[in-house]
């Protein structure tokens, strides 16, 4: 029964499990506790989805992200104190020390709050810049809602965002339009990779402090596309920063608000809540997560290396190799969606690359797909080892925007030809000269030799003497 009992146990938490690939608990961080029925949809969206949530006032003394030098939590989400900080359990360190272990953060700012300074310096830390006038907000006069800002037009109206290029998936696509009421633009640098908007302001979009009483704004923030409204940053360690300018968005109010577009003749319901779920599930890692299953090199068949087994097979990942052998490479690749791990499909058919370097790479190949399990992908190649001895790297660096990192690195040694493996002089057509001269020469010297000792020495005549 013991047995029985432990087994229904288990089962009970694998039906509750979160959908996250790195854990259920969630902190959401929010001043005012009473205020949190106004995001009651979002909510219920992550219950569902199985988190864990525990709301808390950055006031709480006893507020702590950390555990005996481990995460508390795995995810965060922060929503814009009205006071001039998070505390001191949300300092700008310990947020950074809390994405150094692998956790996720989901920040949210809004134009009714003035941003602490605690919160523009760890922004400044990830390349991420905010407005120096923290009454700033964007605006767009083309593209607002007719409904609820006919007259400040503040709640902008934006298309579902689109793939960045065409080596990058797209993990935000939604059907309709997505309202975001006051948000407060970003401008991110250029200095780092692992930067990229999610949703970006229309071309008419400007930054824009209603309080300032002039009729022209003459040096704004950022104008256009250079405005973000919803940023991502993944570090290294593939943990997620996102930021969404716009705390609204989040509300039951805008999830399914009708709205109007300039020019439009009828409202449409906005796709918010879908939008979100989509953020959501990208920063808490239920989406763009990548697996590496098994990776081989191994000697192709037919070529005969040191680590050949006495029945002729390869061994697959030998230590050594020797130069000008043909190998091959083959690793798995999985993609983590939700609830499973699923086929991962790379957005070009060249996407993923295989670099066999020792200080730089000698070879950089493209990993062709060559076949699928009922989870994983297959990718490989075949090369021949370059005409170079020393420590050599296949190494796997994969790196897209909204996709956790791959770098799998193999180390291996090789070696020059043995003294009983290089050709015979026979075997190359260009020493046959030199062959035969040597052979020509035995030939006439052995002539010489047999006509030396058989040929008849002259006789002299000998005088007698008495």
Do not use: C
């Not at 570090?235 to 709205?259: C, H, I, P, Y």
């Not at 808490?284 to 098994?294: A, Q």
């Amino acid at each position: 029964m013991r047995w029985l009992f432990s087994f229904l146990v288990l089962a009970l938490l694998g039906a509750v499990q979160a959908l996250s690939s790195s854990g259920s608990r969630l902190l959401v961080v929010l001043e005012e506790l009473a205020e949190k029925d106004k995001y009651s949809e979002f909510w219920d969206d992550l219950r569902g989805r199985g988190y864990t949530l525990s709301f808390e006032s950055p006031k709480n003394d006893k507020l702590s992200i950390f555990k005996h030098g481990e995460r508390a939590y795995d995810h965060l989400i922060l929503f814009p104190p009205k006071t001039k900080g998070l505390g001191p359990a949300l300092t700008p360190k310990l947020l950074l020390e809390f994405l150094k272990k692998d956790g996720n953060v989901l920040l949210t700012l809004s134009a009714d709050h003035p941003t602490p300074s605690a919160i523009v310096s760890l922004l400044l830390e990830l390349d991420i810049h905010l407005p120096s006038d923290r009454n700033t907000l964007v605006v767009d006069h083309f593209n607002y809602d007719t409904v609820s800002a006919g007259e400040k037009h503040d709640v902008l109206l934006v298309p579902a965002p689109k793939a960045l290029r065409a080596d990058v998936k797209n993990y935000f696509e939604v059907d309709g339009t997505i309202a975001v009421p006051r948000a407060v633009g970003q401008g991110l640098g250029n200095a780092t990779p692992h930067l990229a908007p999610i949703l970006r302001a229309g071309s008419s979009a400007y930054s824009y402090n209603p309080k300032d009483e002039a009729e022209i704004v003459e040096d704004p923030f950022a104008v256009g596309e250079q405005l973000s409204l919803v940023s991502a940053m993944q570090a290294r360690n593939s943990a997620r920063f996102t930021v969404v300018g716009s705390t609204e968005m989040l509300q039951n109010e805008w999830f399914d608000a009708k709205v109007g577009a300039v020019g439009g003749k009828e409202q449409t319901t906005t796709a918010n809540r879908a939008f979100a779920a989509k953020v959501s599930e990208w920063t808490f890692k239920e989406t763009g997560v990548l697996k590496v299953g098994r990776l081989q090199h191994y000697l192709n068949e037919g070529k005969k290396n040191v680590n050949e087994s006495a029945v002729g097979v390869p061994e697959h990942n030998p230590g050594i190799y020797r130069i000008k052998t043909d190998v091959s490479f083959t690793i798995e690749l999985s993609e983590y969606t939700s609830t499973h791990l699923s086929p991962f499909t790379p957005p070009a058919t060249d996407d993923v690359q295989l670099e066999f370097s020792m200080l730089s790479p000698f070879h950089r190949l493209s990993l062709t797909p060559l076949a699928q399990t009922a989870n994983s992908t297959i990718f490989g190649t075949s090369f021949v080892l370059p005409d170079q001895h020393g420590i050599f790297n296949f190494r796997v660096n994969y790196k897209r925007p909204f996709l956790t990192s791959v770098d799998e690195k193999r180390q291996v040694t090789v070696r020059h030809f043995a003294h009983d493996e290089w050709p015979r002089s026979w075997n190359i057509s260009a020493a046959w000269v030199w062959v035969g001269g040597i052979w020509v020469t035995v030939a006439g010297w052995v002539a010489f030799v047999a006509l030396w000792l058989y040929s008849e020495g002259v006789e002299k005549g000998v005088k007698k003497t008495q």
